[in-house]
């Protein structure tokens, strides 16, 4: 049983890296896709909530009113690297991110709606 979970556990770990290569540009800028966090697929959100990565800056833009939103960014082994509450919308949250890899942001709003995109910080 041990076994089939660390199995597991490394299977969503390569897919995540996997995901987020084929989600970034090596230009160094790249629009992330946001896509709804559902079991059956996704349904994307880019038009109202979108983001963006220039060299180690992330902005994530709230488009249109979706109420407040909680933002998480994580490195590609779970680990969380800054979080940050957007109470007001339309609006837009900045995040610093000192080192390159790969990486997820998370956004939850207020109606429970879950929202993620893959991103790549380069040196």
Not at 98 to 119: H, I, K, P
């Amino acid at each position: 049983m041990k076994k089939l979970v660390v199995l597991l556990f490394v299977m969503l770990h390569f897919g995540y890296i996997i995901e987020a290569k084929e989600n970034s540009s090596k230009e160094g800028f790249d629009v992330i896709g946001t896509k709804e966090n559902t079991v059956n697929g996704y349904q994307p959100r880019t038009e109202s909530i979108s983001g963006d990565i220039t060299g180690h800056t992330l902005t994530i833009t709230f488009n249109e009113n979706v109420g407040i939103a909680h933002i998480i960014i994580k490195d590609s082994n779970g680990v969380y690297i800054d979080r940050e509450n957007v109470f007001s919308t339309p609006d837009y949250a900045t995040f610093y991110i000192a080192d390159a890899g790969y990486y997820r942001m998370d956004v939850t709003l207020s109606n429970g709606e879950q929202y993620y995109g893959y991103f790549r910080v380069e040196l």
